[in-house]
């Protein structure tokens, strides 16, 4: 069975960063382009970018490749989101998925408040 | 960026009904579409790949269809389970995006 265990959230002051983690189980991880996809609100999903399955590539939306920066650890089979210089418009529940959207974990909140 | 429009934004339903929503692309994707739904205070959970494909375990009532521009998902007997968001999503060309979904709901 496929899990996907995102962690990593919380409430950031605006101008932080947070690095939000991602373990996968259930599939062979390192064989698997992975992705980051938020959902705001409001219920608008957004792709924020992906990794290749060896790490050697990645694609961002480009309104946040600036700030946001995805890696992954192939042995620990976790995939990793770094978010800098964090705002507002920024709030959401992050998931993380691997193919294209094949399957989804719970998600984990980032709330940006002062 | 390839925007994806989605129609109607919500709609009310029964059991029974026959339900069909439309996901328009800006531009040609091909097949690469695949359909989610996501309950009230779940995940999304994919329903459909490649534009017309099943995933497992999804029931034979959900028919995805469409290439090119237009693309479309009916649920052919609607169940009292079926009432979530629907949204599709493009993987045709970079940056990936998703429509901005259909609320079905039960009337």
């Known amino acids: 069975e496929v899990q996907l265990v995102e962690s990593g959230g919380g409430l950031v002051q605006p101008g932080a960063s947070l690095k939000l983690s991602c373990v996968a189980s259930?599939?062979?991880?390192?064989?698997?382009?992975m992705s980051w996809v938020r959902q705001t609100p409001g219920k608008t999903m957004e792709w924020i970018g992906d990794?290749?399955?060896?790490?050697?590539?990645?694609n961002y939306a480009p309104s946040l490749k600036n700030r946001f920066t995805i890696s992954r650890d192939n042995a620990k089979s976790t995939l990793y989101l770094q978010m800098s210089n964090v705002r507002s418009e920024d709030t959401a529940t992050y998931y993380c998925?691997?193919?294209?959207?094949?399957?989804w974990g719970q998600g984990v909140m980032v709330t940006v408040s002062s | 960026n390839t925007v994806m429009t989605q129609s109607p934004t919500s709609m009310f339903t029964s059991v029974g009904d026959r339900v069909t929503m439309s996901c328009k692309a800006s531009?040609?994707?091909?097949?690469?579409v695949g359909w989610y739904q996501q309950k009230t205070g779940q995940s999304p959970k994919r329903l459909i790949y490649?534009?017309?494909n099943r995933d497992t375990g999804v029931p034979d009532r959900f028919t995805g269809s469409g290439s090119g521009t237009d693309f479309t998902l009916t649920i052919s007997n609607m169940q009292a389970e079926d009432p979530a968001i629907y949204y599709c999503?493009?993987?045709?060309?970079?940056?990936?995006?998703f429509g901005s979904g259909t609320k079905l709901e039960i009337k």
């Open positions: 998925t691997p193919g294209v959207a094949d399957y």
């Open positions: 259930g599939f062979t991880f390192s064989d698997y382009w």
């Open positions: 990794i290749k399955y060896d790490g050697s590539y990645t």
């Open positions: 531009q040609n994707v091909g097949i690469n």
């Open positions: 490649w534009a017309s």
């Open positions: 999503l493009q993987h045709n060309s970079y940056p990936l995006t």
